[in-house]
């Protein structure tokens, strides 16, 4: 009988072998599951918004229709971050941070950071999404197939008698390592596919790019089994170097490299934010107001001829100058921790390059556009989007015009939809480096191989 068919054979009649698939399986199409979920209730919660807005614009512009400027203090304006299906294989943090945000024409630093409300629970124990599964589970049932390809033919005396069949008895161990390789990664495929075709992903260099990479990953961890194999230790010592490198590679290199970055770049700015946008305009209040109006007229000189009501303590003129005096407040801050923000982003990227498991899930979220940089995207837009609301309704706001005037009907969700600029070689090059050095390594360690 061919060496390999017999490889094989007796690999599929283990005993744990038909189990630890079908475990790994079940929670792939579990996450599957729970991804479309996710992404279900994303546009659940667009008609929802979208069905709120125009209600609430269509009751307010009936009982409140007397002043522009007390209309549209009430009146929100929805923005949606675009949300591609594939985020249903790496949430990322889209589960976090709001993918549908709206807005009033006041001061925008305090709206732009409201969360919806989760219960804590869940948000403890996160959600099993695909990358989840491929990183966290896919490794362990590696290191269970892998641990012992070496020293169970030692230990069960075969190893001798094999090494006088041949010449090159490393080679049996590598056929054995392969033969493991190809039926993880047709499981792996499998699921892909499944989830290209339930979560209708489509099919583009994105999910080309996501698809290779997680093969890469998976041959990482067969590359490191074969490394430590390869040191020829007994079955207990492979499997506990494995599980510590587990261990290592998933929890605790990860968390190190988090508190990294984030004592690296500390964000205080973000509460200094909240802080000066609130006294910027809450402070107005009990100071003379030509200050502020002048401020005003500067940020927007388009509006210089509009004037505050003489002997009159107050005017939609002065109050929405107040409120933006509250956002240019707290400009500084809010360039400061966006610009950290950013350098965190960078900091892991660079930090995930040496580390195949960060740079895999940050790719995954690169790519389903559920990453920080995908959300300071949102932020930016949210920016544009406030700002032309605010240039549309001032003029209408200061010259007091007629709200039935304004075409109500027309102001409907608008959708933000970032675009992926595809990195080939900053994604798939430094896992693949990586995998390749353990692989030849592990090759120079077996062919030494002698018998004992």
Known sequence: ?????????????????????TVLGLAGLLSLYIGKTFIENHQKNIQKTAQTQQETIDRYVKFENKEMGLLLYYLKFGLVNEMPNLAGLSIGQRDINPSTMSVTIRNLEEQKYNTELHNPMYQLLGNLDFSFVLIYFFPLVIIAFCFNALSEEKESGIWKLLCSQTDKPFLVI?????IRWVIVEILLVMLLFIAQIYLQIPFDFVWITFCLVAI??????????????????????NALLLLICWV??????????????????????AFETLIESRDGYHKKWDLPKEPTLQKFK???????????????DFSWLWYYAMQQMGDDDAQNAVKQFKNKLAYREQLSKTIGYFLPTIHTQLVFNQLAQSDLANQLKFWE????????????????????????????QQWKLTFFESQIPINWIGSILPILLITMAFLMWAMFQLRKIIVE
């Open 298 to 312: 500067a940020h927007y000189p388009q509006f210089a001829d509009f004037q505050h009501p003489e002997n009159k």
């Open 216 to 237: 890469l990953y998976v041959l990482f961890w067969f590359a490191l089994c074969t490394w430590i194999v390869s040191f020829q230790k007994n079955s207990n010592q």
């Open 174 to 178: 590598v056929q054995k390592i392969i």
């Open 381 to 408: 837009a949210l920016e544009q989007f406030h700002e032309k609301k605010r240039l549309h309704f001032y003029p209408k706001i200061f010259s007091d015009a007629p709200v039935l005037q304004e075409n109500w």
């Open 248 to 269: 290592l590679l998933t929890i605790v290199l990860p968390a190190t490299a988090n508190a990294f970055v984030t004592n690296t770049y500390p964000t205080q700015e």
């Open 1 to 21: 009988m061919n060496v390999t068919k017999l490889l094989f054979l007796n690999f599929i009649r283990a005993k744990g072998f038909v189990i630890a698939l």
